[in-house]
């Protein structure tokens, strides 16, 4: 409670249409109001894997401020080697990634659907499930852009509290003065780069 006092904006990047529904709901449904910023890209709209049941849109169910993971990785959550946070459409394209190198049981992936304010409890959760598992936090946008500059010096105050040894890590594309490349297949060996850094297990 004590974060919605001290912001002045909701920012999200929806992975699913049960959130998008629900996100705009809470908004109407809210005592006060509050700006409401949604990044979700278009693209998500063509893609047959962002889909949602209407079980997920009845009474009973609400926003979900972090998606965690729901694949093979819950069964053994200390075996999981890498939790992998990330926000928005490249979840896709990761999970893909995974399925492909065959990780799906080391490595799991939770998806952070609100950005500010950052579920803080709900990242604690993940963590502490995953307690043997590196941390990296992955974006498709460059280092410097995106979320990354936003959750890093928070996700580090967390884990300060938990357990000081435990840093999160960024993998994604360099920093750059432009968002774009500009060049269709520096754009696709860029993104296949850093799929492959994400699935990376030391």
Excluded at 21 to 27: G, K, S, T
Excluded at 35 to 44: G, Q
Excluded at 67 to 92: H, M, Q, T, W
Excluded at 115 to 135: F, G, T, V, W
Aim: some cysteine; proline content about 6%; charged content about 25%.
């Amino acid at each position: 409670m004590q974060q919605l006092h001290d912001i002045n904006w909701f920012v999200v990047n929806l992975t699913t249409p049960a959130n998008v529904f629900h996100v705009l709901r809470r908004q109407i449904k809210l005592p006060f109001r509050k700006p409401l910023v949604i990044m979700t890209p278009k693209s998500l709209l063509r893609l047959p894997e962002a889909r949602s049941s209407f079980d997920d849109m009845i009474e009973g169910t609400c926003f979900q401020r972090l998606i965690p993971e729901e694949g093979a990785a819950v069964e053994n959550p200390l075996d999981v080697e890498r939790l992998i946070f990330c926000s928005g459409k490249v979840y896709y394209e990761l999970a893909k990634e995974r399925g492909r190198s065959e990780l799906n049981e080391k490595i799991a992936i939770a998806r952070v659907e609100q950005i500010s304010p950052l579920p803080y409890d709900l990242i604690q959760k993940e963590c502490k499930k995953y307690r043997n598992a590196q941390l990296v936090w992955v974006q498709e946008e460059h280092k410097n852009m995106g979320a990354w500059p936003y959750a890093q010096p928070r996700f580090e105050t967390l884990l300060a509290m938990e357990d000081k040894n435990r840093h999160i890590s960024y993998v994604g594309r360099n920093p750059s003065a432009a968002a774009s490349t500009g060049n269709k297949h520096m754009h696709i060996m860029e993104l296949s780069q850093f799929l492959k850094d994400a699935m990376h297990l030391e």
